[in-house]
């Protein structure tokens, strides 16, 4: 007998509707808004508590190799491969535990 396969046209629809919708919304609801990041942040709260200008102890190893400031796309691609990689680590100790446990049961019946 050949079995029945149930249809998921409309959930595939319901997902893709949500998937579109959660890129949208935010390029809508957040027109116009400043997004500053924790070393800003933390350079206003200096200045705030000592009363002087903040100056960086170093300069990034990438800046000083190409000669000036990092476009904010190349941060965001180094910071996302990063993460990604730490992600993949994280994903294989994960697999290598469970595949450990799974194994060893075997072994021990």
């Not at 919304?25 to 942040?41: I, K, Y």
């Not at 009363?51 to 691609?77: A, D, R």
């Amino acid at each position: 007998m050949a079995e029945h396969k149930k249809s998921n046209k409309g959930l595939v629809c319901v997902l893709i509707l949500a998937s579109i919708l959660l890129v949208v919304v935010p390029f809508l609801a957040l027109r116009g808004a400043e997004f500053g990041g924790s070393d800003d942040a933390g350079s206003q709260m200096v200045n705030e508590v000592t009363g002087t200008e903040y100056e960086p102890w170093f300069t990034p190893v990438l800046e000083n190799l190409i000669g000036g400031e990092i476009p904010g796309e190349i941060e965001s691609l180094i910071f996302c491969v990063q993460t990604g990689i730490g992600v993949g680590i994280l994903a294989f100790c994960f697999g290598y535990l469970v595949a450990r446990k799974k194994y060893s049961r075997g072994q021990e019946e």
